[in-house]
């Protein structure tokens, strides 16, 4: 096909069969393009006809994309991203933006690395919206692409070379202890680590199934509680002699709220590094730039930060 002959098609049609694979609802599409549901599927007819495909199967209240709308979508990602950096105004004003950002995270990233991010976010642009959900790891290309989340701060656990990513830093693992602890004195030998009851909190990316494999040879420890939330764990101290094994930045913070001692894993790790994800549908648009600008800033020292501990533990040898 010819320069002339695009000229002559709609491909404007293109641009609503991103948002209709996106929202899998004519409806929802509908109030997107700021048009009636009626004129929305007049559009998906004349899409089927322009690509000569249904496009869409109805499932439920949703629609489902076929193979063929998928690979379109796919494809249209770095044409409509350089058209909306050609389209846009020079010069991003955060303090003037309206938009709603979503952001996929960890329970880490939730509890440990968001509220440092958010209040600088918010200083700089006060008319924003943010939406926080939680990470799927094993379908993070989807969550990010026809799902619509925005980013996500995780590490890579399913395949995501497809996807964007800026380097945020190593994340630590350390275990937490109560002032009347009998090892609250005393460095943590993985004897101890084994011999104590345990609770685990927010390790919930993989970190989990790293730290069983890496104590697999011995017996296993007595894990009382395993949750996302610190206070649920701090709150068993005062009845076990509980050592709770948590990500360092959160064992930090603890540990200064609360007046706990932070010990150093007594064994090695294989490296959590966390990254900043996008979709190539976001990676030109002026808003995602600054804001994924601003959270590699606020977020990378923190996290960095969390590995600063005072001995450095040592590798497990099974004996």
Not at 66 to 89: D, H, S, V
Not at 97 to 125: E, G
Not at 260 to 289: G, T
């Amino acid at each position: 096909m010819k320069l002339e002959d695009i000229y002559r098609k709609d491909l404007s049609l293109l641009i609503a069969l991103q948002v209709l694979v996106e929202e899998r609802s004519v409806t929802l599409a509908a109030k997107r393009l700021h048009l009636s549901q009626s004129a929305t599927s007049r559009i998906l007819s004349r899409l089927r006809e322009l690509l000569h495909d249904p496009l869409f199967s109805r499932v439920g209240q949703q629609l489902l994309p076929t193979e063929f709308a998928l690979q379109c979508y796919e494809q249209l990602q770095q044409p409509t991203a350089q058209l909306l950096k050609i389209l846009t105004p020079n010069g991003f004003d955060p303090k003037s933006c309206h938009r709603q950002f979503t952001i996929a995270a960890t329970d880490f990233a939730m509890q440990a690395v968001l509220p440092f991010v958010i209040p600088k976010i918010y200083s700089q642009a006060p008319k924003i919206r943010l939406n926080v959900v939680p990470v799927q790891h094993q379908d993070l290309q989807s969550q990010l692409g026809v799902q619509g989340v925005d980013m996500a701060i995780c590490r890579a656990i399913s395949q995501t070379h497809l996807l964007k990513h800026q380097y945020l830093g190593e994340v630590g693992v350390s275990c937490l202890l109560s002032a009347n602890h009998p090892l609250a004195d005393t460095p943590l030998t993985v004897a101890d680590y084994l011999h104590y009851p345990h609770a685990t909190i927010a390790v919930s990316d993989g970190v989990k199934a790293l730290l069983d494999a890496a104590i697999g040879s011995y017996p296993p420890r007595v894990e009382l509680l395993r949750t996302s939330h610190l206070d649920s764990a701090l709150s068993l101290q005062q009845q076990h002699p509980l050592i709770i094994t948590l990500p360092a930045g959160m064992a930090k913070l603890a540990a200064q709220r609360h007046r706990l001692r932070v010990k150093p894993l007594p064994f090695k790790l294989p490296r959590v590094d966390y990254k900043l994800f996008w979709h190539s549908r976001c990676d030109a648009d002026p808003a995602q730039i600054w804001l994924r600008q601003e959270i590699v800033l606020a977020a990378s020292p923190f996290i960095d930060q969390a590995l600063d501990q005072t001995s450095e533990p040592t590798s497990i040898v099974a004996g």
